[in-house]
Structures are given as structure tokens and as C-alpha cells.
């Protein structure tokens, strides 16, 4: 990991003896009192921590960041993928800095999906924080999950550049065509969306694009999509080093 | 798998009984005689493939395209990831449709990864025939390891578009700046290029640009950058339906 996620309460308690992080810290970046790394607390600011104790507790002092990193303006619906696909959605559009993921329980997906312990026991989330920490950052995706896709659209703001990838419906590659401020991307399922969710996408102001002939997997999809979606945003140009 | 990969006498005389591809369309796929598939011959033609015969050969009569998809014009070149992530990055590449893939063994990566049967036993070749067969696309990467970047660097295209990933060294996203027809880009071991390689970089005419301020993993770094690489060359807007 690029970055530990803490508390507020951990950053003036240190992190106990036997805690996950504190042993990655010690025994696999085998850092001793003096050595530094990322810290940041979930959705605020981030910092360089410098070890001052290792037992019992880990303790460090952290010089934080002045200003938080900015939250990218991206919201990505996705079908229910498989659980093992899931995973890699959550990991890589933390890590790519989405705002949001809604995932909806699509007309041509498997109900079935849901009863993996992704979703009954919360798993999902150390995925969201694994790609986070990944990232070097704090902010951590909103995850939902809807009954339909209809419910995925409720909602979304009117004037942010909406685009569904659909192999079969696409006009063309993803291409702004208005200065937008904010990025929606849907993906269907593995076996596509239903034309009354093509429908419901039209209605809502989508436009259908391809990412060229090749048949990508949905967690590449949702990546290379998101991404080309942030670059012609420009969100990326108020890059700042890390920590900086 | 989207498409099954054959040899051009496989065409003619099908597969054998216990052939791994045809068990997978006749057990998971379930395929009877009458049923069809999306079968193409390794860098040939793509087809539509209607099964004839279930045994003792599954035998097939193929409706071929009438001219073979286009290979896009991108090179990546990457410092040599440990083997999990080279599986993914040659698996992502070979779907996006790279024409050419090259691992260098960088100045600050790990030269233990070498002796990974992945590359000892050619298990390497294994991944990106998945990956292409995942994009629906008969066209394999040609993948190639070499000593050094230098190495790796002799004989590029002198006009393409050469872009390297560095988030130290980036002057803005990737933005094409010239009517190129090719891409090259380069990505460094998890521990960055050394000063001696981003100047071979310089001395090339690559640009250095960064995707934002979050830190992709390699195989996301490599699969983002080739896709904002392919849009910007416009390689996807020869876009046609698959068997098309």
C-alpha cells in the first residue's frame, strides 16, 4: 500500500501492537523510530508520518498535508458482475478516484451475485480501501447498490457528460461534446444491457460509445472508460505530487 | 472466451474429443451440432463457425470475414513486474490490441522475477492468447524481454508518438501534440525509472506525462495509457461490429 488509512482518534493514539497495519509497517517495510510513510484518514487529509515509538503501541507524528486532495467529479453505475469481477471494479475505480460506484441488479444479470459474502458481510468495502490506500489517497468511493437501473438514474446531475458503453448501440469513441464538470459512465452486464434499459439510458440523456472492436472485460471497461472519461474532463490537470 | 482461437488445419479437420476448447463448448457452453461460435486462426481471419459434427472430432464449417481486423499501432514497453502482474498486463494488453509488448529489466526492479516458470516455461504465451480471445480478436501481441531500456529502445518508430508514465517527472496528462500514426509508451518497475533511464527516455523523444495525481498499479497504469494512447491516434474509429 501506498498509504495507510487511519483515524482521526489513531493519528494521537498510534495503532496497536497487533493491528494489520502497524505489522505491514514494521515486519514487511520494516521501518524502525525515524522512518516515514503515507497516512491519511479516510475522506480527509493526508500526511508523512514519522515513527516515534514501536511498542506498545506504533505512535508517529504526521505533518499534514495543507489543503485536501480534490474528490474527481466521476460517478460509474455498473450491472452486478460476478463477485470475483466486482472486487476488481471496486479496487480499480478507487484507485482511479470515482467519486461514486452504483452497482444495479440488471435485467440480464445474475440475481445470484448477491448472496456472495461480497455483499452480505461487507466485504466489499476493504476492496474500496485497498485501492485507495493504492491510489496514495483519502478519498474512498461512495458504493450503492440498486434494485434496477432505473434507480441507478435517478438522481444524477443534469448537466454531467453521460455515456453508456455499448458495443452494439455506439456511434463512436468516448468524445465530449459539451464543457461538462462531471463525468457519468454506465456499464452493463457481462451479457449487455436489455433494450428497456437502452431505453431508460436514452431517456436520461446518455450517448452510447464503443472503446474500439475489442471486447474488453467489465473491470477493464469501467477502468479504461472512467479514465478516458477524467482525461477529456481534464481532471487531471490539477495534478500535484504526492503529499505536495 | 469470446472467440476460440484455431490453427488453419484445425479449420479443416475440427478438434479432437478431448481437445480443452472443444470440451468448453460442449460441456460449458453447450453447444450442439447447429450451434455457433466465434473461431479465428492465430494473426488470420475471423469467422463465424457452425458446429457440423459433436464427435469423435467436433468438426465446424466456417464463414470467414472478408478482410482481417486492423492491428493498432501501439507499443508498450515495461519494466519487468513481478509475475502476477506481468500475467495481468500481458492478459489486458492483448485485449486492448497492442501490437507489440516489451519487458525490459530496469535498473531498479527485481531480476529474481526472471526465473518465474512464467517466463521459464513459456506460460507467458498462455496469457495473452486469453486476452485475445477475451477482445473477440485473432491478433497476439508479439512480446519480446529484453536486458535493458536501452535495449528496448533500439529501432522504435522514429514518428510515433512516445509517451512514458512518471509521475515525478510528467509535464501534464498524455495529449498528443502531433498527427502521429503510432504510439509507443513506457512504463517503469514499481520502484520508477533511475535517472539513467529517463534520460535514455529523453535522448528518444519521449514526453513525460502523468494520469492524475492517484497511483495506478502497473497493469492499470499500463492498460489506461495504451487506451488514452489509441484514442487520441483515433485508432478506434475504424470501429465495425465483430465478424462484421
New interface residues.
Given amino acids: 500500500m ?1 498509504l495507510v488509512l487511519i483515524t482521526a482518534e489513531e493519528a494521537e493514539s498510534g495503532l496497536p501492537p497487533d493491528d494489520a497495519r502497524a505489522r505491514h509497517l514494521r515486519e514487511t517495510v520494516g521501518l524502525a523510530i525515524g522512518g516515514t510513510f503515507h497516512v491519511g484518514v479516510e475522506n480527509g487529509l493526508r500526511g508523512i508520518a514519522t515513527i516515534t515509538s514501536l511498542a506498545p503501541q506504533l505512535t508517529f507524528a504526521v505533518a499534514w498535508e495543507k489543503s485536501p ?1 480534490t474528490r ?1 467529479p466521476l460517478t460509474v453505475i455498473v450491472g452486478l458482475p460476478r463477485p470475483q469481477t466486482a472486487k476488481k471494479v471496486l479496487h ?1 475505480l478507487a ?3 470515482a467519486a461514486q460506484i452504483i452497482f444495479f441488479e440488471s435485467e440480464k444479470g445474475d440475481p445470484g451475485y448477491l448472496t456472495s459474502s461480497l455483499w452480505k458481510d461487507g466485504e466489499w468495502r476493504e476492496h474500496v480501501l485497498k485501492g485507495t490506500e ?4 483519502t478519498l474512498v468511493p461512495k458504493v450503492t447498490r440498486v434494485g434496477s437501473l432505473a434507480e441507478a438514474l435517478i438522481g444524477l446531475d443534469a448537466n454531467a457528460w453521460k455515456l453508456a458503453l455499448d ?2 448501440e ?1 456511434t ?3 468524445e465530449i461534446s459539451s464543457p461538462a464538470k462531471a463525468a457519468v459512465l454506465a456499464i452493463g452486464p457481462e451479457r449487455g444491457f436489455s433494450d428497456s434499459e437502452r431505453a431508460a439510458l436514452r431517456t436520461h440523456g446518455f450517448a452510447f460509445a ?8 467489465v473491470e ?1 471497461a469501467a ?2 472508460g472512467g ?2 472519461m ?2 477529456q474532463l ?9 503529499g505536495g
Avoid at 493504492?134 to 489517497?137: F, N, T
Avoid at 490537470?237 to 504526492?242: G, L, M, S
Fill in positions: 501506498n486532495q474527481h480499480d484507485s482511479l478516484g493504492q491510489a496514495c489517497s458495443p452494439y455506439a463512436g469513441a468516448p464503443h472503446l474500439g472492436d475489442r471486447i474488453l472485460r477493464a477502468l479504461v479514465a478516458l477524467l482525461a481534464r481532471a487531471w490537470e490539477k495534478h500535484r505530487p504526492v
